[in-house]
């Protein structure tokens, strides 16, 4: 049986059943989903699993929906008024699980979720849940926090979902791009979510990411949604996948960059995203994925060229000129250390002032390094203490006790 | 406001020159944006300018003395003209003699 079988047929039966019964029925769409596995449980481990799982799932999906349909005599008018009122000719219980409805579905269910109406924190958990299939405990893990905690956003936003709209509308060509945006908002917090995620569960992590890739990758197959920003972000995450097998150690402990095999680096991944990104560059104005995809493809070449630093400062700049952060800034800075040497760079830090932001005084260490050490470890001690995360604070402890008489 | 007055840039520097300007307009700008204090910029190309004068009349090219034409502009968040002063100090239109930083206040911000 494949791995994640249930969670990914778990949000195509979602899906379908929620394009079929409308937004507002969403849990019922997902509890015919969930019935549909408990009944694989019950029957598979004694009578063996089937030739086609896939199939078996989508024909138990569909008898349970049809027996509800049947059983539950008012919700059978309600859809059916819903059908009425939308002029439909035909009241199309077949409930088609076929490749394109699928994926249509699944894209809806994408817009669905991902709205500007329901906060950014509920679209994640809300896709986690609906559009990859995870359970309660897996995305409370994710996320460092309760399952309680989940379930009340998720309960939140189910509430906001259902109050949004009925069926589940494919946007107006016209708003697309506009809603687009707060797709990729969320596919990219999603993937930030498992590529910095401080949970131990490291087979979680990159599942997290690459479920947002996979979810990504759907915008691309769709005609309407394959615009070059989205070939621009699905770069941005291949380069940073392709670092997975080098990113931790045996301990799960952070290997920095400059620390990291790169014969572990996943070529083949690199190579797809050199593709997405050429795809994406038919856009004349560069979105921030583009930027970022951009950074992180010199970060795929791990020779220390000046070439390599001065176009790394480059796309920092004009990352910076159209939407400041401090990390950006930052990462900036360092790459200005390469390009122009630490004096400068240290110069241009100190004007920062990110005085609470633990990375900054990691940044000054790093760039006092050689030229005044004491003031370099005065700096990673700052950063110590600011530090949000034991493993970050084993990594800047292990700094300080790089230098020499420490 | 950071006001960039300078000479036509085409006629004087070869595409190398050019580029290596570029860039170290693109670092000065990043240097600003760094510290969260960059709002916009733009160039303002010396080609298809025109002054419009009293009663309509219409010449071409951009205003004033060669020396004075406006090249482009970038706007700042500065607490004070001092520190507009300090950004405006690492331009990279300075390097070049005669070419100036005008630094103004906008009054609606």
């Known amino acids: ?406 | 406001m950071l006001i960039f007055r300078h000479q036509d840039g085409k006629k004087l520097a070869s595409p190398e020159q050019m580029q290596a300007w570029m860039k170290q307009t693109m670092d000065w700008i990043g240097g600003i944006a760094a510290q969260n204090k960059f709002v916009e910029g733009n160039g303002l190309p010396f080609d298809d300018a025109r002054v419009v004068g009293h009663k309509g009349v219409v010449t071409n090219g951009p205003f004033g003395d060669i020396k004075e034409t406006l090249g482009g502009y970038i706007i700042v968040k500065a607490d004070s003209v001092e520190e507009a002063v300090e950004f405006a100090k690492g331009s990279p239109v300075l390097l070049g003699e005669g070419n100036t930083v005008e630094v103004r206040r906008l009054s609606r911000h």
């Open chain 1, 1 to 406: 049986m494949i791995p994640h079988l249930f969670r990914t047929e778990y949000s195509r039966i979602t899906a379908v059943l929620c394009s079929l019964f409308g937004l507002d029925n969403i849990g019922v769409a997902e509890d015919i989903a969930s019935e549909t596995f408990l009944s694989a449980m019950e029957t598979w481990p004694y009578k063996g699993i089937p030739a086609n799982p896939t199939a078996w799932l989508y024909v138990a999906a569909r008898n349970k929906a049809l027996n509800y349909l049947a059983r539950n005599q008012t919700f059978r008018t309600k859809i059916e008024e819903k059908f009425r009122s939308a002029n439909h000719e035909e009241l199309a219980f077949e409930i088609d699980l076929t490749d394109n409805t699928i994926a249509d579905s699944q894209l809806r269910m994408m817009f669905a979720v991902c709205h500007p109406a329901i906060p950014v924190e509920s679209q994640i958990g809300l896709a986690l849940r609906i559009l990859c299939g995870f359970g309660i405990d897996e995305i409370a893990n994710a996320f460092l926090t309760s399952p309680e905690t989940i379930n009340k956003r998720l309960y939140r936003a189910r509430e906001k979902l259902r109050a949004c709209s009925g069926r589940l509308e494919f946007p107006a060509p016209a708003e697309i791009r506009n809603r687009l945006d707060t797709v990729l908002t969320t596919l990219y917090l999603l993937f930030n979510e498992g590529y910095y995620s401080e949970s131990d569960d490291a087979v979680l992590r990159e599942d997290l990411c690459l479920e947002a890739m996979r979810l990504t990758y759907l915008l691309i197959e769709n005609p309407q949604t394959s615009q070059p920003v989205v070939h621009a972000l699905l770069a941005l995450m291949c380069f940073h996948a392709s670092r997975f097998p080098a990113r931790r150690n045996q301990e799960g402990d952070i290997i920095l960059y400059e620390d990291q095999d790169d014969s572990l680096w996943n070529q083949e991944l690199i190579a797809k995203g050199v593709e997405f990104l050429h795809l994406a560059s038919r856009e004349e104005k560069p979105s921030r994925y583009h930027l970022e995809a951009g950074i992180a493809y010199w970060h795929t070449v791990k020779a220390d060229t000046h070439e390599k630093w001065e176009n790394i400062l480059q796309l920092y700049n004009n990352l910076l000129m159209l939407e400041y952060s401090p990390v950006a800034a930052l990462n900036r800075t360092y790459a200005l250390s390469r390009v122009k040497g630490n004096k400068t760079a240290i110069e241009e830090a100190e004007k920062l002032k990110l005085v609470t932001n633990p990375y900054y005084f990691t940044l000054l260490g790093e760039l006092y390094r050689g030229i005044d050490d004491k003031k370099a470890m005065q700096h990673l001690r700052a950063a110590r203490s600011l530090a949000r995360t034991e493993n970050d604070r084993k990594a800047i402890g292990r700094r300080l006790s790089s230098f020499h008489g420490n």
